[in-house]
């Protein structure tokens, strides 16, 4: 079993990482502000990241941490600073004899005009965040052979799951209907490709396992309308009389359809879901319903 440093450990997808890796038998060393980390550290400061690697000592790292403001995600300009930071922490965790890195990239590098994205598909981002993510991405996967590691860098898509902060569809919406509050919406039938946070952790701990490199699109393979994940969480929680379709008009921007090819992931780290869209909110709500 692996050494693994993990950043970004508290986080909606770190917490769950965290839980995969412990599950499988390795032993996993967290890397954040957070005082809480095994090995507190600010990533954005260069000299205590050098010598945080160096007190790891980790032969495999899984990077998750990234400005994550709810509502600067994508326009901050401390996206900049976590590209810096990011490419830092890659190479120093390769000079401190690091072997393997998973790193957390995103769909919103993409052309969005593009309905079906494969990870040859155009990086055409729309916004600074995900210029960001592809810059980064690109560096590293052009650099691991240089850096003398085998480096992921995983795609990531639209992931649900419990304790989403506030400004999330889910968090939001969960919270709206147990206060018994009407829940305004746009008509929801752009379509989206949803992977449950614990699934998710599963895929990232098959790409850190296999010896896959470069971009890998992680998400379940299959789009949905996003009115279809409202009405399962309104009807699970039986208050579908509380969610008004449409009353919300769309940004005139927004992609009709953003579908995940998994080829990659699916042939080469040997992953599938366990959650569909149903098993996914019962757990999530509580009901437990384990997948069919």
């Known amino acids: 079993m692996a050494r693994v440093l993990l950043t970004g450990a508290t986080g ?9 890796l412990t599950k499988a038998g390795h032993e996993v060393v967290t890397l954040g502000r957070n005082p809480a980390s095994d090995i507190p550290c600010d990533l954005l400061d260069p000299d205590a990241t050098t010598k945080a ?11 998750l941490a990234w400005h994550d403001g709810p509502r600067d995600r994508w326009t901050s300009g401390a996206n900049l600073d976590w590209m810096a930071a ?15 890195a998973v790193c957390a990239g995103s769909c919103a590098e993409y052309d969005w005009s593009v309905a079906e994205l494969t990870e040859t598909s155009p990086l055409q981002p729309r916004t ?16 691991q052979d240089a850096l003398g590691l085998s480096l992921v860098w995983a795609r990531i898509f639209f992931v649900y799951g419990s304790g989403e902060p506030p400004g999330r569809l889910l968090g939001d919406l969960i919270s709206n209907l147990r206060a018994g509050q009407p829940v305004d919406c746009t008509d929801g039938l752009q379509e989206r490709d949803f992977l449950h946070v614990d699934d998710l952790a599963r895929a990232l701990l098959r790409l850190l396992e296999t010896d896959v490199t470069g971009a890998v699109n992680v998400a379940s393979g299959t789009a949905i309308p996003v009115r279809d994940l409202i009405e399962e969480v309104a009807n699970q929680m039986h208050h579908p009389d509380l969610i ?23 042939d080469e780290a040997g992953f599938a879901p366990h959650h569909d869209i149903v098993s996914g909110v019962a757990w999530i709500l509580g009901a437990k319903k384990e997948p069919g």
């Open 244 to 266: 008004r379709l449409g009353a919300i008009a769309r940004r005139p921007d927004d992609p009709d359809r953003l579908a995940a090819d998994v080829t990659r992931l699916r």
């Open 86 to 100: 990011t490419l830092h922490l890659v190479r120093g965790f390769a000079r401190a004899g690091g072997q393997r």
């Open 53 to 63: 690697l160096e007190t790891a000592r980790a032969s495999h790292l899984v990077h």
């Open 128 to 143: 600074l965040y995900g210029a960001a993510k592809a810059g980064t991405g690109l560096a590293l996967c052009k650099g």
């Open 12 to 20: 909606l997808i770190g917490r769950a990482t965290a839980a995969a």
